[in-house]
């Protein structure tokens, strides 16, 4: 068939030829064929060598084979007139991150957004970019591992996937109201399904851990800055000064993404404006948002059970942190969320007790 094509273009059957090249480029693809795509593709730049489509073809052919120098060239051809789609704007910045040029993948992540805004995978490439290194899960576990907590506090179970990761010896309790747990736990991590609201309202959580406060805690419940905020009051009340709270998604990636109402794929919701709360009501406390994969994880320090400024002004700081937009963030963000490096070694010093004690009571 393709050969016969090919045949045909080359006697002077143009236009309806080339429509059932491209027609065979197109079904060679969504069939994964990567051959036949860049066999169907060629013969047609053979005939019309400024052949956007086929271009692009011939550039996917040779990022499926690994030569992201010569697909980028190809490439960059079908965008002579400009980049047909997301889809193409991330297969340049694929390439471009390959060939180590962050700079451009980003700009072409950003073009990928612009033709689609809930683009995943200009997301997922813009984090692996801007957030690279180990992501929140190793973070957490070396956290486990160094700390060995007697007791640990997660909300937002989901999987299990961070849950898991307390040591066989640390009393855990994880809560959701719709866990879907799809890893084996161990006898030490009991799930309850509830809300956070409704788990502090009927639990004596220092009953629940046998008498002991709460020595490290993982906040990953509903991705609302009002909710992670009364989660943090609660799980502070049941804490030490030398009890550690972690916090998901505190270093959103954009504005669409961080937005309160979810329009992403890829979404780590409002709980950024948990920080600038925090800083500004809480400056006692000791915050640094480590740059962990996909989207930060804060580390809380120097706690302070007794102290009820969250609580005693819930709505007022709900409030006015509601209000706050997201452009707060464009200026710099690493200094307005407390950037810190997902550097071991770095992140290792934080964990040691505020008041040179003990992490237990
Ligand atoms: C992002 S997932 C947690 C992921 C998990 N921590 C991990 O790292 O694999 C968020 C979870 O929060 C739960 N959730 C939603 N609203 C909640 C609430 N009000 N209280 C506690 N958990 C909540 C959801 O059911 C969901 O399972």
């Not at 910045?93 to 451009?104: G, Y």
């Not at 995943?120 to 160094?146: E, K």
């Not at 669409?256 to 950024?272: M, N, Q």
Request: charged share 20%.
């Amino acid at each position: 068939m393709l050969t016969t094509l090919i045949k045909q273009i080359f006697s002077g059957r143009g236009r309806a030829t080339i429509d059932a090249l491209l027609e065979e480029a197109r079904t060679a693809l969504a069939a994964k064929d990567v051959a036949a795509t860049e066999k169907a593709a060629k013969a047609i730049l053979a005939v019309q060598p400024r052949h956007a489509e086929a271009s692009f073809y011939c550039g996917f052919a040779t990022f499926q084979r690994g030569n992201y120098t010569e697909a980028l060239a190809a490439f960059r051809d079908a965008a002579a007139d400009g980049i047909l789609g997301a889809e193409h704007a991330v297969l340049m910045a694929k390439c471009h991150c390959k060939l180590q040029d962050l700079v451009s993948a980003e700009q072409c992540c950003e073009i990928a957004l612009q033709f689609e805004p809930n683009c995943r995978d200009a997301h997922l490439l813009l984090v692996a970019i801007q957030l690279p290194g180990s992501d929140y899960t190793h973070v957490i576990s070396a956290i486990h591992q160094s700390l060995r907590p007697a007791t640990y506090l997660e909300i937002g179970v989901a999987h299990g996937a961070s849950i898991v990761l307390a040591n066989g010896d640390t009393s855990a309790i994880g809560i959701d109201p719709q866990p879907d747990i799809r890893v084996p736990l161990s006898s030490n991590i009991r799930i309850i399904a509830k809300t956070s609201d409704a788990f502090f309202a009927q639990h004596d959580v220092r009953a629940e851990f046998g008498g002991r406060p709460i020595e490290l805690a993982f906040i990953d419940g509903m991705h609302h800055f009002d909710f992670a905020l009364r989660d943090f009051a609660h799980v502070e009340h049941h804490c030490t000064r030398n009890s550690i709270i972690l916090i998901h998604d505190c270093y959103p990636l954009n504005r669409a993404t961080a937005a309160r109402d979810r329009s992403t794929i890829f979404w780590s919701g409002d709980v950024w404006r948990l920080i600038l709360a925090l800083k500004k009501f809480r400056p006692d406390l000791q915050i640094c948002t480590i740059a962990a994969h996909p989207t930060g994880l804060a580390l809380v320090r120097n706690l302070d059970p007794q102290s009820r400024v969250l609580t005693d002004n819930m709505d007022a700081i709900v409030a006015e942190f509601m209000a706050t937009d997201y452009a707060v963030l464009d200026q710099n963000k690493q200094e307005m969320l407390n950037w810190f490096p997902n550097d071991w070694s770095k992140i290792e010093g934080l964990l040691k007790p505020a008041d040179g004690g003990t992490h237990s009571i």
